[in-house]
């Protein structure tokens, strides 16, 4: 019987092990999922104060398509094979998608590195949260000011005070100047204190060193700079971008047997733009990605990569929510109106659970425009 594996258990992952469900129909095809875990994690909510309620059961979701999961961790993809490794097993595959996500980069010299805190994963989000647990007054450092950062600083600004540092001379560079009015404001609101064009140098039991040589109070180091993508993705291809994607083709094929998805797919968004790592993109790309490598071996034409409007939302915690559309990043709502967008949104990456038809139905939805407007003006409500 024909195989096809997913390596990866986040929303690429799991989207594309649903894809290659919908592909296959009734057809004789095998399909197996390898990701340690139990649980697919939503990483994006990860800054939220109990991060045990972002995560959703794989079998909920695996089973009732008749997808195998397998619990390891691969360390292997030899392609001239076409086998991969999984904790010492040998396992073979007919198509193979990579989707084994992205991690923080943590920095390699930075002394009392063992100290940082950081949201990247179900576990790193758990230790800060107990860490924290039913203090009223901590003093917490964020270093980053990107995304990332800005949620935890927002989050963690509820309960504490949060100092924010970045190398950069504003915050949310990457983002632009779209929405940094608003951001700006949301920072002051809240009272979290910018140190910009500068860095953490030294973390020690409860105080921060920075570049600057000014050593602040920090009972929590949280670190949120720099992410790249699964080193998997070497032994796929050699020419990787600048983020340590593979390069793929319009419908998201790396090599002849391979599709690559989410956090490791360097894919074309448009003519201009790169996909970004998030899960905005990382779903589409892993529906895409899996339904093509099923429809490659059961001569059912394959798809395009054609995702729905770029959008961001970003969580400001006591301050609301700013939305924003378009790579120009337009604020399209802020404050309590963009916090309803962001409660939305929030409920929309939760995949359907426990029911076949809908999980089929969601993965055939590609093309999805994420809502900007207030709710009386919706057209529709949005669907995962």
């Known amino acids: 019987m024909a195989h096809v594996v997913i390596i990866g258990g986040g929303f690429a992952g799991v989207w594309g092990a649903a894809g290659a469900a919908l592909a ?73 998608v990579l989707a084994a996500g992205s991690k923080l980069i943590q920095p390699q010299d930075l002394p009392g590195v063992e100290r940082l805190f950081d949201i990247d994963t179900l576990d790193g989000a758990r230790r800060l949260t107990d860490h924290l647990r039913d203090r009223e007054d901590y003093t917490a450092v964020v270093v980053g000011a990107g995304f990332v950062g800005l949620e935890a600083a927002a989050a963690l600004a509820a309960r504490g005070r949060v100092l924010l540092v970045d190398r950069s001379e504003v915050v949310g560079d990457q983002l632009g100047p779209g929405p940094r009015d608003e951001i700006e404001m949301a920072l002051d609101v809240l009272g979290v204190d910018r140190r910009l064009g500068t860095t953490v140098t030294q973390v020690g039991d409860g105080y921060a060193v920075l570049s600057d040589s000014t050593k602040v109070e920090a009972d929590a180091v949280v670190w949120s700079v720099g992410i790249t993508a699964s080193e998997l993705t070497r032994q796929i291809s050699d020419e990787l971008d600048d983020l340590g994607r593979v390069q793929v083709d319009q419908r ?47 001569d059912v034409p394959l798809r395009d990569f054609t995702p729905g409007p770029y959008v961001t939302c ?37 995949p359907p ?25 919706e057209k529709a409500t949005p669907e995962a």
């Not at 391979?258 to 733009?273: L, P, S």
């Not at 996909?275 to 071996?297: E, F, I, R, S, W």
């Not at 093309?367 to 009386?376: A, D």
């Open 24 to 96: 296959r129909g009734e057809a004789d095809l095998r399909i197996t999922l390898i990701a340690p875990n139990e649980h697919l994690v939503l990483r994006p909510r990860l800054y939220e104060p109990e991060p045990d309620l972002a995560k959703v059961e794989l079998s909920r979701i695996l089973a009732p398509i008749g997808v195998e999961h397998l619990r390891a961790s691969v360390s292997t993809i030899d392609t001239d094979r076409r086998v991969v490794v999984a904790d010492g097993e040998e396992i073979s595959y007919d198509r193979l």
């Open 252 to 298: 998201l094929r790396a090599l002849p047997e391979v599709f690559v998805a989410g956090d490791t797919a360097a894919a074309a968004f448009d003519a201009e733009h790169t996909v970004m790592q998030a899960c905005q993109h990382a779903t589409p790309l892993g529906k895409v990605a899996g339904y093509n490598a099923a429809a490659d071996l059961l």
């Open 314 to 350: 970003l969580d400001l915690g006591g301050a609301g929510a700013v939305f924003t559309r378009g790579w120009d990043r337009r604020v399209m709502a802020s404050g309590t109106a963009g916090a309803d967008v962001k409660k939305r949104i929030n409920h929309a990456i939760h």
């Open 353 to 377: 659970v426990d029911d076949a038809a809908k999980i089929l139905a969601a993965a055939d939805r590609v093309y999805i425009e994420l809502p900007f407007f207030p709710r009386h003006e």
